[in-house]
Each structure stands twice: as C-alpha cells, then as structure tokens.
C-alpha cells in the first residue's frame, strides 16, 4: 500500500494531466464554434423556397436572393455594410446579435494569448463568460430573425399566408438550423470553462496549502533541531561546570594533605 504522500502525488499527477486533456478539447470545440458562427453569419441560407413557392430564393440574415420572373433568375440583395438594403427590422436585429455572438468567439480565441500572461483559472472564467454572453445573442438572433417573416421581398417568395413566425409555403434551410445548434455549443463550452477555471483554482489552493504545509514542518523541524541543540549544550556545559568542579575539590584535598603530612 502507498504512503498516503505518494497516493496523494499520483492523484495530483493525474488530475492535472486530465485536466490539461480537458483544456485541450475545450480549446478545440470553441475554434469549431466560431466558424459555425462565422457561417451561420454569412451564409444566406436560414430560409428558403419550397416545392409549392411563387419564387425560387433563399433569405440569410442581410442577404437575400429571389427569382426573377417566369426564367426563375436569381436577382440578390442586401449587404451588411448597407443596413437599409435589409428588409426588415427584424433581419436587421438578428443580423446585429448573430454579428456580435460572431466577434466575441472570436475574441475568445484571441484571449487564448492570455494563457502566456495570466492565471489559467481567471483565463477560463473569461472565456467562459464571452461564451455565455455570445450563446445568449444567438438565442436573441435566433428568436427574433422570425418575426421579419411578414415583410413584403419574404412574401414574393414564399407566398402571401407568411406571416410572422409563419413560413408558409418556404422551409427552413440549413444555416438556421446550424445556428440553433450552436446555442448548445455555446452552453455546454461556457459551462465547461467554469468548471475548468474553478478546478484550476481547487489545484492552485492545493498547490498552495502544500507548500505552506511543507514550510511549517520545515520550520518546526528546524526549530526542533536547534532545541535539541541547545539542550545538548547546556548538558555539555553542565558536565564540563561538574568535572572541573570535581578537579577543583580534588585538588585542594590532595593539597591540605600534602600540607598535613608535612607538619
């Protein structure tokens, strides 16, 4: 069986090295996050034409394409530079949340520079926090990019019954169901940042409580060592103060007799 030193070494052995795997894994899921964001961003396919629809089209949150006429030419719209040409308030809302979730994943990964400079553990809360606050503009984005459904370039396309949160005769396309998914990612990530950071300041504490633990048993030993030390001393002394006391009493004995003798 180990000495409870040794058991407790391994056992810290270990949780760093999982820990570190855990960080790892992490770092990789919050990269893949950001480019779903960055596609849901860009990518002009949240909703789009059916098999009954007036027009061919699809709609993204600024851009938007729609069929020209009986050829069903594609004629596309809207760019995010240019919020005017968005056609409707509601694209222009959700167009502003899903870009700003988009710029704080990316500042996340740039704060992984922090990692060089900072505490891990502080590190891994803001982290966790910018994923929280970018999970929750993409719920925003998500719920209220419906609610421009009803607006009048939606209609050509998906026929005059869309209404808000009502699609008609359209579906929902790809880039949208991407983006709900990425409301989990952002979750399950912010979550698991916190608990890295709190797990990093468990070790730290532990790391801590260690070395002072090992400082005061170095510092009682010591301070046992030069008790015993002085102790032996004043022994010494004692033995050395009780043998020339002995000397001394000898000494004048043999001397009376000596004196004694010669009377």
Known sequence: MLPASEAAKIYQTNYVRNSRAIGVLWAIFTVLFAIVTVVCFIQPYWIGDGAETPQVG??????????????RELTCYGTFSDFSSIPSGAFKAASFFVGTSMMLVLACIGCF??????????????????????????????????????????????????DKYTIGKCSVRWAYILAIMGILDALILSFLAFVLGNRQDGLMGDELLGDKSGRIRKLA???????????????????????????????????????VSGK
């Open 113 to 162: 520079a922090l990692f060089f400079f900072c505490s891990t553990a502080t590190v891994f809360k803001i982290c966790g926090w910018m994923q929280l606050a970018a999970g929750t503009c993409l719920v925003l984005g998500c719920l209220i990019y419906p609610d421009g459904w009803d607006a009048e370039q939606v209609k050509r396309m998906c026929g005059e019954q869309t």
């Open 221 to 259: 030993v010591a301070s046992c060592g030069s008790v015993v030390g002085r102790v032996n001393e004043l022994a010494s002394d004692r033995s050395l103060n009780k043998a020339h006391t002995r000397d001394v009493v000898y000494n004048r004995t043999r001397s009376n007799r000596i004196s």
């Open 58 to 71: 699809y709609f993204g949150l600024f851009h938007y394409c729609i069929g020209n006429g009986v050829a």
